[in-house]
Nanobody, 119 residues
Framework: QVQLVESGGGLVQAGGSLRLSCTASGRTSMLYRMGWFRQAPGKERAFVASINWSTGGTDYANSVRGRFTISRDNAKNTVYLQMDNLEPEDTAVYFC????????????WGQGTQVTVSS
């Protein structure tokens, strides 16, 4: 199993920045890809960004490309989401998730961290 713990959420004004962290524990040797998702009130959970644990290759949702940056620290089993130029529309609960080696879908999720952007 893999356990994920997010941190770094909070309240920020529009145009500000936040950095989210997600640390994995347990069977971290099985990490293949880690991603960030978000869920705003009344909306479905949506993909934000992901990173390949080995190669560092990244992918972003169009709505955040150029404003958000995903990165990882393999030694710390931690993935980061640097969020710049935040907009009120970015307000949501942010979740990190893992795709394990040999799997096709995200199957471990963190508990989520709230990000609120005021206008």
């Amino acid at each position: 199993q893999v356990q994920l713990v997010e941190s770094g959420g909070g309240l920020v004004q529009a145009g500000g920045s936040l950095r989210l962290s997600c640390t994995a524990s347990g069977r971290t040797s099985m990490l293949y890809r880690m991603g960030w998702f978000r869920q705003a009130p009344g909306k479905e959970r949506a993909f934000v960004a992901s990173i390949n644990w080995s190669t560092g290759g990244t992918d972003y949702a169009n709505s955040v490309r150029g404003r958000f940056t995903i990165s990882r620290d393999n030694a710390k089993n931690t993935v980061y989401l640097q969020m710049d130029n935040l907009e009120p529309e970015d307000t949501a609960v942010y979740f990190c998730a893992v795709i394990r080696s040999g799997r096709a879908a995200y199957d471990y999720w963190g508990q989520g961290t709230q990000v609120t952007v005021s206008s």
